[in-house]
């Protein structure tokens, strides 16, 4: 009988370390997830769902339509997320010499979309990225720059 006790004891023991263990290693909760365009979206404009996305990142559902604008990722986990499988069916476009869009943040990612810049021929970048960890997964990006900018010196003692 007492072994029996020893053993249900280590068995409790073990089940109440294991819960503490899974306690401790829980992972975050997902991020959101913003809707862009159409009936019944979060948001009008993927700009505006950008700069809406918490610290922790979002996703962003975007879906089918021409989105003539600007946009800026300073946040990092931000996900641009096209809606059905053709890339042409989601645009992201803008007429301007500064990129369409920018991204900053680390740990982007992109899927099914178009990204473009109409503007002057000379200089109509589409997409600028300067964080570490970019995807693009089924993204066109259309363009033009008839010079590359010139890069930035290395900083001293890197």
Known sequence: MPSRVRTLGICLATLAFSLSAQ?????????????????????GSIHDAVAAAPGQG???????????EQ????????QLRGDGKDPEKVT???????????VTAD??????????????????????????????HDVRVLGSLTSSPKPSPPEPGK
């Open 58 to 68: 979002a996703v962003i559902r975007i879906r089918p339509g021409v989105y003539r």
């Open 71 to 78: 946009v800026k990722v300073v946040r990092p986990n931000i």
């Open 23 to 43: 306690e401790r290693t829980k992972l975050p909760p997902p991020p959101p997830t913003f809707t862009v365009g159409g009936y019944q979206s979060d948001y």
């Open 107 to 136: 740990d982007f990612y992109a899927d099914t979309l178009t990204i473009a810049n109409d503007g002057p021929r000379e200089n109509a970048v589409a997409l600028q990225i300067t964080g570490d960890r970019a995807v693009l």
């Open 92 to 102: 992201l476009i803008f007429s301007s010499t500064q990129p369409t869009l920018t």
